[in-house]
């Protein structure tokens, strides 16, 4: 008698309980992917609120989104359009040659410590020249510029263009070596991170 009575009042007190999160929300109705809508889920994007699947939730910095919503945090992102590759070559080129034609003259030694600068200076130049637009690919642009104009500087310098037979010896520079890589890396790397 006594043990019926026990199990009837706890049986009380977990439809209590049951009632309670029903008026709290927390046992709604099963949650359905947007995407996917046989595929039950209980995850949701942190922006939109939207339920999302495990194969369509995209895990950021700042937790679990939709596909769409990253989609437009991205547009929203890239200001630029894609006339900004050009303008970025044409002021990443000459400059990036300019840098190449001094380091050229310096020495490997020097070269180690102005090539870093030159790829800083050329990326401000390419920076203020696109007015500030982001574009998903302008880091790649001016990258392939700076190794375009460092090729061309070591073949201007072993005198291909005076007529002198191409000698590779002569093209294999290391103070040119130097340059095109820390130039490059560094000028990429400023207009990819943060811009
Ligand atoms: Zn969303
Ligand atoms: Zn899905």
């Known amino acids: 008698m006594m043990r019926d009575e026990a199990m009837r009042q706890r049986g009380r007190r977990r439809e209590g309980r049951r009632e309670e999160a029903m008026r709290e929300g927390k046992m709604s109705e099963p949650l359905f992917c947007v995407n996917h809508p046989n595929v039950e889920t209980t995850l949701r994007c942190n922006r939109c609120g939207d339920p999302i699947c495990v194969r369509c939730a995209i895990r950021t910095p700042v937790g679990y989104r939709c596909p769409r919503c990253v989609r437009e945090q991205q547009a929203a992102f890239y200001t630029g359009t894609a006339f900004d590759y050009p303008i ?4 990443a080129l000459p400059l990036a040659a300019a840098g190449a034609y001094f380091i050229s003259f310096v020495g490997f030694f020097f070269a180690f410590f102005l090539s870093p600068v030159a790829g800083a200076i050329v990326s401000e130049a390419v920076w203020y020249g696109v ?4 574009t998903r690919y302008l880091w790649l642009v001016v990258g392939v510029s700076i190794i375009v104009a460092t090729l061309l500087v070591a073949l201007y310098q072993a005198g291909l263009f005076a007529g002198y037979p191409l000698v590779l010896g002569r093209l294999l520079r290391l103070d040119l070596g130097i340059y095109g890589v820390m130039a490059t890396s560094t000028a990429a790397a400023r207009l990819r991170i943060g811009r």
């Not at 970025?88 to 002021?91: D, G, M, S, V």
């Not at 007015?131 to 982001?134: E, F, G």
Request: hydrophobic share 50%; no cysteine; proline share 0%.
């Open 88 to 91: 970025a070559a044409l002021i």
């Open 131 to 134: 007015r500030r637009r982001r």
